[in-house]
């Protein structure tokens, strides 16, 4: 049977509890996974929510008839675009922190940074932002931005990982970067460009690193 | 539930020049940030496992020496090219993949770095012979110095030749001994290297002979005389020279006037020659220490302007023209810099990424550091006045406190908790979440194969 896909009324109650609840259950779960254990195996309940409500949405087949993972002429521009978007950011970061701009060795544990990188983008402006756009592009991009800056905020806001970095300033590069970046997955209509930025921009900042931070496991 | 309408508002095609322009807005970016971000000097922090002293003697300040063990790794600053101690090793730093380099000089012939064999020594308790009939080219690959303790024997030449056919330019180390010139001997017996760094004891006398080493990159020189005459012979390939003395009366002013090729000069004396530097005019490094006497910096005229590393170990004074040396990226004060002169420099030194100090009594606020905008290291021995103000610093990577300091658990565990990340240069930054999210994946996977059949026989009754 075919999905109309256009003309069928939208419940913006439903879509604002489910992201709600979605982004109650990770900013709960960034924030107590940093905690000791046994605190810090509490914070798999909330991730377990989260992934249960995420879930069924996977296997919607209107999902995939939406273009968000297709790959045409213009989206191969706006990846080429995220491309750059990314390496621009990673060299200016990496300049402040007095990194030389290239990094000289590409270690094993820059994988696990680029997968984090690619699954926030899934998830924030995949998910999130997906949902958010059937209300109104504005609230999807702002919305989606202010939950991926809250959920990087509240990973040092346990006592493990308080005073790492100071967290309000932290948390306005953020919002302000994901907002960039939450604009360039709305005019593309793809997640690719976005998921490019983040995995390009965690590959190049966290090329040496040959150990996770602390705040990762 | 409803089934929600998928992307209603996208933009139309309207918009279609929009990614030609960001990409170029982007690009336009990278280009700026090259120019704003020149390859400017960079320092590597190298950390070392093995039983020892380890040090920088290309930036040697108060002869800190950095102990490291099997089980606990020493950490030093280095850059590319600066020569490193380890107990009686020393080699030129390149950098290399590994941030930790694993030393291993518990043979008495061999040091192996990484599990690679990096020197060989030569000994007369120690027969190499054995080693050198079944030593295969691939066990060398790595090589980079041979250290000479006593004379060569004959039988060893043939083998040293095949290493020198292998590795010409690997680094020579001559070690100080009474009854017999070893430079001498080497060259009668075994001169078919070309080393490109050499470390050798020299009397005054032997200095004209110095020549002999025109290949060596940095020379690394021992004055056992007190009293030196003799000028540096012309080596045109030397950039680096370190020179050690320990009882000096006098210096020629013009020792180096034939070298005035030379980038990095460390003059670990007695006493301030400074009168020797006047003609070096392309000097961008300079490590000095003045031994127990009080150095004018008012001799070095206008020689720090042109530096980017400058260390003063010993008493100074004048310490306030150091402000005019706005090019200095890593800076060792005197130990006598009081309070004063210490706030006129931070707030006046904004590009500094090392800094290396004593603490004394006249300097107890340390809150100015927090003004030096690219701080990245810390080096403090003696006494640290004010710890408050360390954990302030929260870009700092790499922090060496003095022995005592670390006996101070608390202090310490206070310290890794305001400064994480510290010492280890490339575990820097906050961006990265938590790794514990890619679990999300599997679980949404699980819980969508679960209901998948209950979504869409939603989607079919809808629609």
């Not at chain 2, 496992?49 to 290309?58: C, D, E, I, Q, Y």
């Not at chain 2, 024997?153 to 001559?174: C, D, V, W």
């Not at chain 2, 080497?186 to 004891?201: C, D, E, L, M, W």
Request: charged share 20%.
């Amino acid at each position: 049977m075919k999905l109309p896909a256009k003309k069928i009324p939208v419940n913006h109650y439903g879509i604002l509890r489910e992201v709600f609840l979605v982004s109650l259950c990770i900013l709960l779960f960034a924030w107590l996974v940093s905690w000791p254990v046994p605190v810090k195996w509490f914070s798999f309940l909330p991730l377990t929510c989260a992934g249960l409500i995420i879930g069924p949405r996977l296997f919607n087949t209107a999902l995939l008839r939406s273009g968000l993972f297709r790959l045409g002429p213009v989206k191969v521009l706006y990846c080429i675009t995220g491309l750059l978007m990314g390496i621009a950011g990673a060299l200016y970061y990496r300049g402040m922190y007095s990194m030389p701009l290239l990094p000289a060795w590409f270690h094993g544990f820059v994988l696990i940074a680029v997968c984090i990188g690619v699954m926030e983008e899934l998830v924030f402006r995949g998910y999130i932002q997906g949902r958010l756009q059937s209300i109104h592009p504005a609230v999807a991009i702002i919305g989606a931005a202010l939950i991926h800056a809250g959920y990087k905020a509240c990973l040092f806001l346990a006592p493990a990982t308080s005073g790492i970095t100071p967290v309000w300033l932290f948390f306005s590069w953020s919002f302000g970067a994901f907002l960039l970046i939450g604009l360039l997955r709305y005019f593309s209509n793809s997640i690719w460009p976005p998921i490019l930025v983040h995995a390009v921009f965690d590959l190049l900042v966290y090329a040496e690193n040959t150990e996770a931070p602390v705040w990762v496991w | 539930m409803k089934p929600d309408q998928i992307h209603p508002k996208q933009p139309g095609r309207t918009q279609s020049w929009l990614p030609y322009f960001l990409a170029g807005l982007f690009l336009l970016g990278i280009l700026l940030i090259f120019r704003g971000f020149p390859d400017e000097k960079r320092f590597t922090v190298v950390q070392l496992k093995g039983n020892g002293l380890v040090t920088n003697w290309s930036k040697s300040f108060h002869f800190i020496f950095f102990p490291s063990s099997n089980r606990e790794k020493g950490a030093i600053l280095t850059e590319k090219n600066d020569v490193l101690g380890f107990n009686d090793t020393y080699f030129r730093y390149q950098p290399t993949k590994e941030d930790t380099l694993r030393i291993n000089d518990e043979g008495d012939s061999l040091v192996f770095l990484n599990s690679k064999i990096n020197s060989i020594v030569i000994h007369k308790n120690e027969d190499l012979l054995p080693w050198f009939r079944q030593m295969k080219p691939e066990q060398l690959t790595d090589l980079a110095s041979i250290l000479i303790q006593d004379p060569i024997p004959e039988s060893y030449i043939p083998y040293l030749k095949t290493i020198a056919s292998q590795h010409p330019h690997l680094s020579l180390t001559f070690a100080e001994n009474d009854s017999l010139n070893l430079t001498t001997d080497y060259i009668r017996k075994a001169g078919f290297f070309q080393p490109t760094v050499v470390f050798v004891p020299v009397i005054n006398e032997e200095i004209p002979a110095l020549v002999y080493w025109k290949k060596a990159k940095c020379l690394f020189i021992v004055l056992d005389d007190s009293v030196i005459l003799n000028p540096l012979p012309a080596l045109p390939e030397m950039k680096e020279c370190i020179v050690y003395g320990d009882d000096l009366k006098s210096m020629p002013p013009d020792f180096f006037i034939n070298n005035l090729q030379l980038k990095k000069l460390s003059l670990l004396l007695n006493k301030p020659f400074y009168e020797l530097l006047a003609p070096l005019d392309q000097l961008d490094e300079l490590v000095l220490k003045n031994g127990d006497s009080v150095a004018g910096l008012d001799k070095l005229k206008n020689i720090p302007e042109r530096l980017s590393v400058l260390l003063i170990s010993g008493k100074c004074t004048g310490i306030e023209q150091l402000v005019k040396a706005k090019g200095l990226k890593w800076l060792g004060l005197p130990v006598n810099t009081s309070q004063k002169e210490f706030n006129m420099l931070t707030a006046s030194l904004k590009k500094i990424q090392v800094l290396e100090m004593a603490g004394n009594s006249n300097l107890t606020d340390f809150t100015n550091l927090q003004e030096m905008p690219d701080l990245r290291a810390l080096i403090i021995i003696d006494t640290v006045t004010d710890k408050k103000s360390i954990g302030q610093l929260k870009k700092l990577r790499y922090l060496s406190l003095p022995h005592d300091t670390k006996e101070d658990s608390a202090y310490l565990k206070e310290m890794a908790k305001a400064l994480p990340g510290c010492i280890v240069v490339a575990n820097s930054g906050a961006c990265l979440g938590s790794g514990w999210l890619l679990l999300l994946l599997p679980l949404a996977l699980l819980s969508g194969i679960l209901f998948h059949k209950k979504t869409n026989t939603e989607h079919e009754t809808t629609g």
